[in-house]
């Protein structure tokens, strides 16, 4: 069963930072591109951050760049997001999400609230 578990959000201030962490199991991590999403209530989805398998050649959203950055590390089958200068506009619910060939998996997410 594959499973991949989102932690690290919270409550930060304007300028504050944040370490998100997704944890995979059930799959070959390093076979997947991990990617970050961002969602808010009534908005679609959006893509903020993407990593290849291998790791290499990263693609962030216009809105987080210079500000974000997506790493990972296969021997530990985790992708991180370190977030910093956050402002109030990246509150969100952030999920990983595992692709490989055909096949996707979602984490459940985790909340990130920027706010004074």
């Known amino acids: 069963q594959v499973q991949l578990v989102e932690s690290g959000g919270g409550l930060v201030q304007p300028g504050g930072s944040l370490r998100l962490s997704c944890v995979a199991s059930?799959?070959?991590?390093?076979?997947?591109?991990m990617s970050w999403y961002r969602q808010t209530p009534g908005e679609t989805r959006e893509l903020v951050a993407v990593i290849p398998s291998a790791g290499g050649s990263t693609n962030y959203a216009d809105s987080v760049k210079g500000r974000f950055t997506i790493s990972r590390d296969n021997a530990k089958n985790t992708v991180y997001l370190q977030m910093n200068s956050l402002k109030p506009e990246d509150t969100a619910v952030y999920s990983c999400?595992?692709?490989?060939?055909?096949?996707?998996?979602w984490g459940q997410g985790t909340q990130v609230t920027v706010s004074s």
């Open positions: 999400k595992a692709t490989y060939s055909l096949l996707t998996y």
């Open positions: 059930g799959l070959t991590f390093s076979r997947y591109t």
